[in-house]
C-alpha cells in the first residue's frame, strides 16, 4: 500500500503562473482532504471531497483556488493567479470514512517568486 | 469545525524526562484525535478516543479522554529524541460533513 501520494514535492511558480497539486489517496479511501501550513503556523484546513463531490470548502479562499475529485484519477488543488502570500506546504490527507483518522501525504512545498 | 484550546503551546524537556500536554474544550466532543507532526514531516495519525474516561496506551504514550469528553491529555514517559514534533488534538464533530480542524498543536523541544 503507496500510502497518499503527492505530487510534485516542491513547486516553484512565478507570481501569476497558475499551480496544480496532485493527490492520489490510499487504495479504499474515498474521502480526501487539502490542508495549508505556513512556516510556523498550524494546518488550516480548505476543502473535504469524495469522488466528484465538495462536501465542505468552507476553508477554501473565494477566488483563484478550486479543488476536484474526479471519478478517475487523482484529486487537484489548482491555484490560479498565484502571489507570494500563496507560498507554503500544502497537505493532501485520505480516509475511508468520515469517523476516521486521516493518512496524510508528505505534502506540496509551493514556493511563489 | 469544533474548537478546542492546546497547553502548553511550547514544551522543552530533558531527554529522558516525562511530557504531557493537554486538550480543553467548552463543549462536550463526539471523539478526539491525536496527531504528531515532525519537523518538516507531514502529520501522522496517532489514536482515536471515543468513549468517556476512555484511556488508550501505545508504548510510552498515554492518551486519555475525560469523563465529560470535554478534555484530552496525552502523557509520553522518559522523552526520547525521537519524541520531537508537534503534537495536535483534533476534535471530530461526528457529524460528518467538515473538515477537522487543526489548532497550533504542542511543539516539544528535547535537549539531550
Known amino acids: 500500500n503507496a500510502g497518499v501520494m503527492q505530487n510534485p514535492r516542491h513547486l516553484v511558480r512565478r507570481r501569476g503562473q497558475e499551480a496544480r497539486l496532485r493527490c492520489s489517496p490510499m487504495?479504499?479511501?474515498?474521502?480526501v482532504y487539502w490542508y495549508r501550513q505556513l512556516p510556523e503556523e498550524g494546518l488550516k484546513f480548505m476543502v473535504y471531497?469524495?469522488?466528484?463531490?465538495?462536501?465542505?470548502e468552507s476553508g477554501m479562499p473565494k477566488e483563484r483556488f478550486s479543488a476536484e475529485f474526479p471519478k478517475e484519477g487523482p484529486s487537484i488543488l489548482r491555484i490560479q493567479q498565484v502571489v507570494r502570500g500563496d507560498s507554503a506546504a500544502y497537505f493532501c490527507?485520505?480516509?475511508?470514512?468520515?469517523?476516521?483518522?486521516?493518512?496524510f501525504g508528505s505534502g506540496t512545498r509551493l514556493t511563489v517568486v | 469545525g469544533q474548537q478546542v484550546m492546546q497547553i502548553p503551546q511550547y514544551q522543552h524537556v530533558q531527554e529522558g524526562e516525562d511530557f504531557t500536554t493537554y486538550c480543553n474544550s467548552s463543549t462536550t466532543l463526539s471523539n478526539i484525535q491525536w496527531y504528531k507532526q515532525r519537523p518538516g514531516g507531514h502529520p501522522v495519525f496517532l489514536i482515536q478516543l471515543v468513549k468517556s474516561g476512555e484511556v488508550k496506551k501505545q508504548k510510552r504514550l498515554t492518551f486519555q479522554f475525560g469523563e465529560a469528553k470535554k478534555n484530552s491529555s496525552l502523557h509520553i514517559t522518559a522523552t526520547q529524541t525521537t519524541d520531537v514534533g508537534t503534537y495536535f488534538c483534533v476534535p471530530h464533530s461526528g457529524g460528518g460533513a467538515d473538515g477537522l480542524t487543526f489548532g497550533k498543536g504542542t511543539h516539544l523541544i528535547i535537549q539531550p
Open positions: 471531497l469524495q469522488k466528484e463531490n465538495i462536501i465542505d
Open positions: 490527507a485520505s480516509s475511508p470514512g468520515w469517523n476516521y483518522g486521516y493518512t
Open positions: 487504495k479504499g479511501h474515498s474521502h
